[in-house]
DNA sequence: TGTATTGCCGAAACCGGTTTCGGAAACAAC
DNA sequence: GTTGTTTCCGAAACCGGTTTCGGCAATACA
């Protein structure tokens, strides 16, 4: 921190090149014979500056490999062109895989637009306020991305207090119709997902079809179960609670909400999950017991983590395009801090099914498999896992 | 582009505070009853302002809360408190879980001193060039962490000639002792860990060791295989060329080195994997001979992806802990952009070995496993998936 | 007591852009 | 031939800091 104040830096200028490396609006002035002033001006799309003129401005530029310096622009216009995410990095279900496809879908979309993209990490939730409270005071974003929307969501309300842009990965707000809406956002549908899971389990023959959703902390984990209710009423199945499990995160919780589905008096022949990683903590509960998916049990993910396809069997799943979501995320965004009406930005996406093999018509009724369950428990010490 | 400049930006401030929401250096200033220059110098450490001012104009700055504009200071210092790293989104092995707890342990380590993280990502080698160069011209950073450092890497010349501060996440220069050797950098022993996983082995009673690597172009990749050549030598084992495979980035061309090593006339009893990528797919190259893993043939990897504990048997492999590496990465960098000399910041670390079940004492000989695999090749159609 | 030095601070220039304002020239209207 | 209007551009202020330079007062030295 202590600076040393005492350090000369007279540093001599290579004297055959008359300029430093960079090329400043100065220098493009003087060899374009207007004043800087002009030249920013032309540069800015101006009206007031003729159309002959901006060409030769823009055109030199181009030539002398001309870049504002975004720190210079910024001091006057206060925008910094750049936007920020900050990502949760406490949470039990961090280890993402896609972060860097996400990363790069935003990454490649700012740079088209010459902005660039800085990203920052909270531990908690109050220190996520206050990371993000910092980036604005500091002004290092002009924006923000928002990842995981919660139903009742910190940030958002914090954000729109401070009048800062920003856009979510996700919905918010869910059963609360009143709450203002004034939000953009970018979203995958999973509520279509998993409702086009349902059908097609209903297709393969299952009328008994489980459900193990996600943290309802989260809005896309409501969303999700919506799907599956929708999926269960298009069918004209009866929905059955016991067959509804929620806030499945990990491996282990989604194997613990898959045994206490298995040992129902009228366990599901199907099970559809909202994250793969709850589908793969099936696959070990279905493995205690003696089960094989695909067959005794099938099951269905969300997601499409890299995972789903070495696993045996293949998990049928839906894929998530994150680079994409990083792209559109970014691109509306930017359009937002430019001053177009954030509830106009908005988009939905669908992840696409990827059939393996984990699924496929019940080989057994639901009390068949009851029955096999409980032959299985009593030859194997009779354990009751749950 | 365009801008709207009959646009007027004539916002009333609200009446009732006089000032806006940021803290300036003038108020500052004002407040404290001393020049804005006098104040600026006092934060920053120069040595013509008496300590009684100095302590006076820290205590009330941080009562104020104000903090420096980053980009207003980069305007005359030229620094504008930010890191940046540049990641290739292209690669085959890309899904990397740990990016995150990475960037988590940057951003902690630059928040502490008050810097920002900034990424971007390239498509191909001279996309990665154009970015660092775009990045340096724009001065959106003052220095750079360079992740999966090469033996010969365009990235460190480039930067190297254009002066610019980085820091390497890897070492560099494998086999070119004569190459300038002035860059600081971060790494975990690879060597040392593959190492360990040959005496461990040695110790077990494996006399017959293979080793699948990884891509040559990589550093890392050389140093692994030193590891084992020297965990060999150790135990006076000889080396011999058919038992070290390369090249294997991916699952699927783990699985490839490994059908070569098991279809030798001696195939090894063990195989120590660079990557754990590799080691899984060592798991279905031995399925596919029926052998069973911990105890036919013993795997052992390298990294300690989440996955390596969730494959049966676990993989007993070394953990890498990326946080740290950010963490470590991170600080060192920020030491150097103030003037430290690379060439000491180095620092070396160790994974840690994480045992499970995918390795211990051998249950056959070499000669034995190849009859096993032969009569298994016989009885499944004789096939030979090479 | 006079002078050189030191300690401490303020005025002003500066960084690289943007934006305001005013004015010259060209054109239109009378 | 004046008198407005436009059109287009330059001069200068400005953004929020940092750094240079000079000067005043207090101290040290002769």
Request: hydrophobic share 35%; net charge neutral.
């Amino acid at each position: 921190m202590t600076a040393n104040p005492s350090l000369q830096k007279r540093e001599t200028q290579s004297p055959i090149l008359p300029a430093s490396g960079r090329v400043k609006l100065d220098e493009l002035a003087d060899h374009l014979g207007l004043s800087k002033s002009t030249v920013s001006r032309a540069l800015n799309g101006y009206s007031d500056i003729s159309e002959t003129t901006r060409k030769r401005v823009e055109v030199t530029a181009r030539k002398m490999g001309y870049r504002p310096l975004s720190h210079a622009q910024a001091i006057r216009t206060g925008k910094v062109r750049a936007i920020a995410m900050v990502i949760n990095s406490e949470e039990p279900d961090r280890h993402n895989p896609f972060l860097q496809d996400f990363l790069a879908g935003a990454c490649e979309a700012a740079s088209a637009s010459d902005w660039t993209l800085a990203i920052s990490t909270a531990k908690s939730e109050q220190d996520m306020l206050d990371v993000l409270g910092r980036l604005v005071e500091e002004r290092k974003a002009d924006g923000f991305i928002l990842p995981r929307t919660e139903v009742d969501d910190a940030r958002i309300n914090y954000l729109r207090e401070l009048k800062v842009p920003f856009i979510l990965y996700g919905r918010t707000g869910y059963g609360h119709p009143d709450r203002p809406d004034d939000t953009s956002w970018f979203d995958i549908s999973g509520e279509t997902a998993i409702r086009k899971a349902v059908d097609r389990l209903v297709e393969f023959g299952h009328t008994c079809i489980g459900y193990v959703g996600s943290d309802p902390k989260f809005n896309y984990s409501h969303l999700r179960r919506d799907g599956y209710l929708e999926g269960l009423k298009a069918a004209s199945l009866q929905v059955h609670p016991d067959l509804i499990r929620e806030g499945a995160r990990t491996r282990e919780e989604g194997a613990v909400e898959t045994r206490a589905l298995l040992q129902l008096d009228a366990p599901p022949t199907a099970i559809v999950c909202a994250t793969d990683l709850a589908a793969l903590g099936c696959y070990a509960a279905c493995a205690e017991f003696g089960l094989v998916i695909g067959h005794d049990v099938s099951v269905l993910g969300y997601d499409g983590i890299p995972e789903s396809q070495y696993v045996s069997p293949g998990l049928t799943t839906f894929n998530v395009d994150s680079k994409r979501a990083g792209e559109r995320l970014a691109t509306l965004l930017i359009r937002q801090t430019r001053g177009e009406e954030p509830a106009k930005l908005r988009e939905l996406s669908d992840a696409v099914l990827i059939e393996r093999g984990s699924d496929g018509p019940p080989r057994l009724t639901s009390a068949a498999l009851a029955r096999q369950i409980k032959s299985f428990n009593n030859h194997n010490r009779g354990g009751n896992r749950l």
